[in-house]
């Protein structure tokens, strides 16, 4: 079975991109979507954790179908890019003792590190809380001022001030800037000299509840490995469930939402708790190779120019839920966008003669997306064509697997003139353009295409989760519950692949270099390649 775009969509889509768009709009083959999907969240593959027999299963799929397909390796005669990381393994029987009060890993709340290093320790580390833990100058904020946490123990609230008084003229209101993601905050502590930042977890700021920060942080976790093995990181990378960080602050006699209340206003003056924390890290250190797969679609006049398509292949692994091990297949998230750029693969490489694009379009699944970004970012900093060729670069991170909706959700706005690509090509399916009905959530930096974003390189993001399926972020986004059903109808697959195959038509064949909108630093760095 395959789905197809009608023909008056069709003469919209070329209409819009000109007439060297292909004269064959894109066509879903259902069977194949599905084989894709069911196979890469099987069992077998074990929930395609990085470092595992998973990803071995899953480098040897996806080499296989660019093959059959007769793409060329991306990486010089290699479908693989090695990734090299460590996988640090914490011992869970970690205790977290504040005063006189015990806290229980998983339970009251989790704590990490990604240097490279047998055994962290916080002894008698004194507790800071740090408001936000922002410094921002462009805002007029700095939660650190006037305050040496070098050595100790942070204390800060997740999300950003904007998101916490709905105020627009705040930050950027209800939707959240890169200050409050999770990874800023621990960067900006190791910044400070901080030995450990712990994150106070709410589940709406936060836009996920405690499970999935248990998931995500009681497991084995991968990084990349600098010379100095990482030092230049905070030492404990930690989340406190709030009623644990409700306890912690009355032992110092302060109350946390008036606490809350207070570290909203400009100004606001980090305190010292007058308690000491205790931890122990201990870790279980290997060093190994993961991998990206990428192929190449050398472009007919300009293959020194080229566009990425792109969906991470890991997923979480096994893990421990309600008492017992499960395997986190991943089907949505994200063998879902795995299979898509399969496909677009396909559609693409059966382009011939004047309808080949004129462009290289290179067709990734990079690793360890789950633990950080870390395949996309040694991508970034290691691609197979330069930065200041990489025309931009399209993110699928879960797609909608039911009935096509009349919109496309756009992450972001007024960032890039890809939103204006965006827009036509919505059009032209007789959809509207929806704004990121979840802005709070900051999907914009936590995925993929962020770390080339860092690089300069513009992107879109393609992610439909919980969106059209209430439930999955409850009870499906990282859990075991995230499996292949045969009873999806895939029409929103076809629908969102056919807007993109439309949108990297019109990128592969014209001249555009889609611009930066907002003042950014990656605005900088692009200008800095001459973009």
Not at 107 to 122: I, S
Request: hydrophobic content about 40%; glycine content about 10%; aromatic content about 10%.
């Amino acid at each position: 079975m395959k789905f197809l775009i009608n023909s008056s969509l069709l003469s919209c889509l070329l209409a819009l991109s000109g007439p060297a768009l292909a004269a064959e709009p894109f066509t879903l083959d259902d069977a194949a979507y599905r084989r894709h999907v069911q196979t890469l969240a099987s069992d077998e593959f074990e929930g395609r954790a990085p470092l595992s027999l998973g990803e071995q299963l899953t480098l040897d799929y996806l080499q296989q179908e660019f093959k059959r397909l007769g793409l060329a390796p991306a990486f010089g005669d290699s479908f693989l890019q090695s990734v090299p990381m460590a996988k640090i393994t914490a011992d869970q029987s970690m205790g977290l003792k504040v005063g006189e009060l015990n806290f229980a890993n998983g339970t009251d709340f989790t704590a990490r590190t990604q240097q490279v290093v047998p055994r962290v320790e916080l002894k008698d580390s004194e507790l800071v809380f740090a408001g936000y833990g922002i410094k921002a100058p462009e805002y007029g904020w700095d939660d650190y001022a006037g305050v040496d946490v070098k050595g100790k123990t942070v204390i800060v609230l997740v999300n950003d001030p904007g998101f916490a008084t709905q105020d627009p003229a705040l930050f950027k209101g209800n939707a959240m800037t890169y200050y409050g993601r999770w990874t800023y905050k621990y960067e900006e502590g190791a910044r400070q000299g901080a030995k450990a930042v712990f994150i106070v977890h709410e589940d709406a700021p936060a836009a996920y509840g405690w499970g999935v920060v248990k998931n995500s942080n009681t497991n084995t976790k991968f990084t990349l490995v600098d010379q100095d093995n990482n030092q230049s990181q905070i030492g404990v990378m930690g989340w406190l469930q709030y009623a644990a960080a409700r306890q912690i602050l009355a032992g110092a006699g302060l109350e946390l939402e008036a606490l809350k209340q207070e570290a909203l206003k400009p100004g606001f003056k980090a305190r010292s708790l007058g308690l000491k924390a205790n931890l122990v890290l201990n870790n279980q250190i290997e060093r190994a190779e993961s991998h990206n797969v990428a192929a190449i679609l050398k472009g007919s006049e300009r293959p020194d120019e080229a566009l990425v398509m792109h969906g991470h292949w890991d997923h979480l692994g096994v893990a421990e839920e309600a008492g017992k091990k499960e395997i986190l297949n991943g089907a949505v998230d994200n063998a879902s966008g795995v299979a898509g750029v399969l496909e677009l693969a396909r559609y693409f490489k059966e382009l011939e003669g004047a309808d080949r694009p004129k462009r290289s379009i290179i067709f990734s699944a990079f690793t360890a997306e789950e633990t950080g970004l870390i395949g996309a970012q040694y991508f970034a900093e290691h691609p197979p064509v330069p930065t200041a060729k990489l025309v931009s670069f399209l993110n699928i991170d879960g797609m909608n697997m039911d009935k096509g909706v009349d919109y496309i959700l756009r992450y972001g706005d007024g960032v890039s003139e890809l939103e204006s690509y965006l827009s036509d090509a919505a059009k032209a399916q007789g959809r509207s353009v929806k704004p990121d009905p979840r802005a709070q959530n900051g999907l914009m930096f936590r995925s993929d295409h962020f770390a080339l974003a860092q690089q300069g390189v513009p992107g879109l993001l393609f992610m439909s989760l919980g969106d059209t399926d209430p439930d999955y972020i409850a009870h499906k986004y990282h859990k075991g519950a995230d499996d292949y059903s045969p009873a999806w109808s895939l029409e929103g697959v076809s629908q969102d692949l056919s807007l993109i195959s439309s949108i990297l038509n019109r990128l592969a064949n014209n001249n555009d270099w889609p611009k930066w909108l907002e003042e950014s630093d990656f605005k900088k760095r692009r200008a800095r390649d001459g973009r």
